[in-house]
């Protein structure tokens, strides 16, 4: 069964550069989800689109921004990276955004940022 | 929102049941109870979730108390592939912002 694609699986930046990370949901997926998730801790809820609309917003910071397009792929747009940035970050996706559907993770992308 | 609360770490021993429980008391009557685990370098897997039955998939056994303020998750037989971080997460319904938010899990140890 097809899973959620998360494209590059590894990310190597530079302080103060950008980077964007890209997500593709399972089909008829039509919500995605992004978390990034530092060394030793638990996941961190950034922020969720539902049919191409932003839905939900967690703790993103304002370097970050993201979008849902018509084909229901997401990107997370990253500017001004820092070190702290360095971390997973997983996309999830599922069929509306109703708390009696799971979620499906993708392998997440490591981004190291040095 | 409702939180909840997991023991840090547990252990078991192969091919034994093993019981994760999590305390939600602050539980409203539209919040879903859902587990996901994570294994290592891998991305969280949902597990199982429910309202006010219990529930049981392939996976495992989600057993939820009559006040629905706890739920336990249950693997029925403990394989080393089953050491993971759990996590309890309660969803609330027809709310906005209702998002799933990961808090500490339980980090599960499998002895041989």
């Known amino acids: 069964a097809a899973g959620v694609i998360q494209s590059p699986r590894h990310l190597i930046k530079e302080k103060r550069e950008t980077a964007t990370l890209k997500c593709y949901p399972i089909?008829?997926?039509?919500?995605v989800y992004w978390y990034q998730q530092g060394p030793g801790q638990d996941p961190q809820f950034l922020i969720s689109f539902y049919e191409k609309m932003q839905s939900d917003k967690g703790s993103i910071p304002d370097r970050f921004s993201a979008q849902q397009f018509s084909d229901y792929h997401s990107e997370l747009n990253m500017s001004s990276l820092e070190l702290g940035d360095s971390a997973l970050y997983f996309c999830a996706s599922s069929l509306l955004s109703l708390a009696n559907y799971g979620y499906t993770f993708g392998s997440g992308t490591r981004l190291t940022v040095v | 929102d409702a939180k909840t609360t997991q023991p840090n770490s547990m252990e078991s021993n192969e091919e034994e049941p093993v019981h994760l429980p999590c305390n939600h008391s602050t539980i409203s009557g539209t919040d879903y109870i859902h587990w996901y685990r994570q294994l290592p370098s891998q991305g969280p897997e949902y597990v199982i979730h429910?309202?006010?039955s219990n529930v049981n998939n392939r996976m495992a056994s989600l057993a939820i108390a009559e006040d629905r303020k706890s739920s336990t998750l249950i693997l029925h037989r403990a394989t080393l592939r089953d050491a993971a971080v759990y996590y309890c997460i309660l969803r609330a319904d027809w709310k906005e912002n209702n998002d799933m938010r990961f808090g500490a899990g339980t980090r599960l140890t499998v002895k041989p």
């Open positions: 089909p008829r997926h039509d919500t």
């Open positions: 429910g309202l006010t």
